[in-house]
């Protein structure tokens, strides 16, 4: 056996790596059944074949055959002659496993007995070549070491099978049991067989070589079948040419011809051997096991005597050092013997060092790190020194300046330095996560359940020691999924769901922690049953069971007890070692959540902390204390200056919210949530005060509480009320940390906003654990302690109180706001320009564009005109009634032609012009004047809205001449009064404006509701109802369904008004009621429908 | 802090264990010198708002984050008085540093095993179940606490 030591670590490592590979790999390769992914089989034969490849050139030879056998039936599978049937697939995994067993304990592996598993992948490959395609019944025992007789027998069943043939050399010497399965196959694919000698030393050694890139160069142009250390040929110990020669034997198998080979293998000619069919023999019994099998007991038997002499002889000279070195050389059948020799000759060794020696030669525990990191790790530890050096020097020549920039260069590389140690820890879920398919395939096998296991999120990086830490943890919550949660199938469907269950195991980073689900669709538990085995033992009262919720009750299975009796399947089965699960995840910190629906499934969430880290923060204050906020879960910062927090915040039901962006956020103030005694600094006279003040929008007033007495904090600092207000002044801005754990979101008021630091954190004390709103504690740089917030569960504490009517409110105003922006009248607009301003006017007023030339523009009677369509066509310009530029002289002109009271007239206007359809938004004071109803932004620029009607009336008031008379009619026989409903202020000054233009009187109401409210009180004064339909609260359809069912109101007619009338909009209007539509700023159709519904 | 040392003699630990003994309100109380860290006078604690009430709050220890109990408040009497005299108490258990705010520190003395009898129900207001027993010396009367009682949340 190769005793180099690091080579032989540097082979199990590679091995185990390609292991646990190889699992999920096989078991893709098992759902894909006969439609085999031939990239992911290669994968997996490739692995089993560095596997045996190393196993060969390290002298591991019960690897090496275990791993050959594996690889033959690999073959099979990966020429599509064999069909990875799960039974297939698990004598496989068996041998995998075994494997794996085999390099974790690579010292005692050529001792072990695999014939088992050799035997039963030998029947896959004979089942298959005889075409016999039956299922075989596969059992493999778990296997013991088991005594020599039993090889014998085990070999001789071995050799019915008899498919290893012998080579035998020109020289005589013998390649012994290569498979004839392989050699077969290389004949008929027409390659050439080679039998390659390296001498270890000469070729591979002294050329500075490694066997691994040999086989990697090897393995390019074709297959390398079997290899082994001839060591018949190293020659014996009593030669004198001790070592000079190791030849490594390797079977190749190339489509490269003979002459090639030279260059190719870089050897001499006498050293490869091409196969031919007259050298190979049938491997013959006793041939077989002296090459599977003798040839471990050969070298236990040679190495006994030799290691236990040197040990005796080490043990007596009470050098521990040396033995420890020879250690890792006996396999586990010296080691009795070593034990009894020590014993015998000295006292001074105990079996502590001899555990801690073969301790030593475990192969776990080393992580392997990028290179790149460690570079990187090697260029920081160098700044480090270098910069150490300029402090020390700094310091000694007191140059605070020097000191200052070394200082800066320290903290500069500590983080850089901090986070890249982080990196080499962490790594991947994955590790933990993939082993799962195998488990859950296996349960879900051998409980006869068919289940789905989904993997989220393997990417999500953990601490190195987490990831270990979590393992058994999740095992067991895996196991328990498969085993109680998901159904038989059977039972599934008659329970209506899919026979075959679902498992999802995810994980994601979420609040500054790493959560982790597992999720089935099984039967959940029982919340009911639970309690009841609770009380039965003993672990709860009656009494107390009853007074536990739903959620209460679930949790009672992770009490310890509750799982300590017999496995309580009746009780839907979880809770078997649930404490253990929960007392390993409090170690690390974590919590874990259950939540199940009796009949649905269970989740299980784990959450894992971030006390592991070092982690940047936000340190805000309140009060006299320093708190942190993980920048994990902080969104953003806002401050709220003095002069808006009356705009910005507002109260809605019980809660504060504030207004972010367009949205509401909740707001938190952590003064009230943690019950600290908010206190101020009076800005005159320097001394503390409490605060008292309700709520954060509270702003000083007069106000005169319940029993009449006016404030009493007002009265003691009247004085200080003159002059600037001291609520102004920029100390009393608001300072709001924005944070965000799981679905809460919200605004965590605090009193100041310092800096963010990057903090360690540390435990609190076990008085307060039951202080859930801290994650834990840190020290801040000058030595007091900070207590790091732990934003989710804050706002648990608060949703008690506040926070649900906060967060229930905001979703109110939110609906709102949305109903309102809904509501918000959409319009047509037509965009033109006027010289350099920017104007719109309502599109359903146009008639159309048209582009003259200037020179066809005729002057009449001191009126523009323009011979049009047979008619004269006045002409006007915006700047004629409005304060606004005069047009541009230019050759063609643009012409929008409006009509107004059956005429037709044109706007003279600037290009381009464009129709857009946008929701109005109307500033109608700032730039109101005559022919200009007010402005709005469109596209950035402050557009003008021009008012066509008030033009043509300031233009030319005999147009308007009827209604005037109207009007003096109605005044004389009684004004007809309208009701109008219309939440846009701007419209509801509009319409209003045509209405009382013409003699009406007109009630508005700025929503459904109000308007329905008046017309209750007033429906006898009330003639006619127009309404929006569009409006918060109740809209239009509403109003209109609830005047047509009331008896007493049902006459009124209800003309609705709207920017967009639609199908639907009018089918739906139709089936409320609504008498007529008409589209808002159609002036004249409006008031033709409304003197038509009040008979005038 | 006026303090006797007196020396271990090497005589079993039961018989002959030294006690720092201390103040609680009018109480003398005393625990065994060996589970005893620390004793100081840092009072820079950070209060732990929403704390049970005993807790005075977080100290800064070296690095630890130390919970500072009041003593008083623990064993059920009124709050420790802020005094110059006041003391932290620092003392390991279950693998953390806690302190024990006092009232004052008094004399380290030995105890011998004869002279301690069983806690009585009540000893100056502090109910029993505290005590390990108590020891009376000339001139007053030392409740030895358990520690591990006296720390339960």
Redesign the interface.
Known sequence: MIEDDEILQMYIEESLEHLSDIESDLLTIEGDGENIDIDIVNNVFRAAHSIKGGAGFMGLTTIKGLAHSLENVLDLIRNRELVPTPNRISVLLKGFDKLENLMNDIQASNDEDVSEYIEALANITTSSENGDEEQLEIEIKETEIIESEDITTDDESQSNNSFFLNITLADGRVFPAVSQYSVDQAKEDGRFIYLVEYDLIKDIHNKNKNPTEIFDSLEKTGAIIDSRIDFDSVGTLESNQLFSTIPFQMLFTSILEPDMTTTLFDLEEEYIHVISDDMLSISNETDEVSGMKAMPQKIVVATKPLDSAKITKHVVKSEPKIKAKIQPAPGKKSEPILESETMEHTNEIDNDSINSMNMSSKPMGSLRVNVNLLDTLMNLAGELVLSRNQLIQGINSSNAKATELSSQRIDMITSELQEAIMRTRMQPIANVFNKFTRVVRDLSQELGKSIDLIIEGKEVELDKTIIEAINDPLTHLVRNSVDHGIELPNVRESAGKKPTGKIVLKAFHDAGQVNIMISDDGKGLDPDKIATAAVKKGLMSEQQVSELSTKEKIDLILLPGFSTAERVTDVSGRGVGMDVVVTNLEKLGGIIEIESKTGKGTDIQIKLPLTLAIIPSQIISVGN?KYAIPQVNLDELLRIPASQVKDRIEKVGDADVVRLRGNLLPLLNLAQV???KKSFVHPENGLEYPDKRESIADRRSNRVDLNGNSESDNDSFKEDRTGQDRRYRAASAINIAVVSAGVHKYGLVVDELKDSEEIVV??????????S??AG?T?MGD?????ILDVSNLAQMAELTTMAEAERTAKAARAAEEARDKAKDKASLLLFKNGPEHCAAPLNLVERIERIPVSSIERVSGKKVVQYRGGALPLYELSQVANVSKLPETEQQEIIVFTVKGRELGLMVTPPVDAVEIALDIDDSTLKQIGINGSMIIDGHTTLLVDIFDIVKSLNPSWFEDEKLAAADMQESGQKVILFAEDSAFFRNQVKGFMTDEGYRVITAEDGEIAWNILKERHNEIDLVVTDLEMPNMDGFELTAKIKKDPALSHFNVIALTSLASDAHVKRGKEVGIDEYEIKLDRENLMKLIRRYLNM | MASKIVKNTGTPLESNTELATFYVGKALCGIDILSIQEINKNFDVTTVPQAPDYVVGVLNLRGRIVTILDLGKKLGLSQIEKDKRNRNIIVRSQDEHIGLMVDAISDVVTAEKDRIEPAPSNISGLKGRFFKGVMKTKTSLIGILDIEEVLKD
Request: charged share 25%; glycine share 18%.
């Open positions: 204390e943690l019950g600290i540390k435990p609190l004390g076990r008085h307060l654990k039951k202080c709103g801290y504690a020290i030595g007091k302690v900070a207590l």
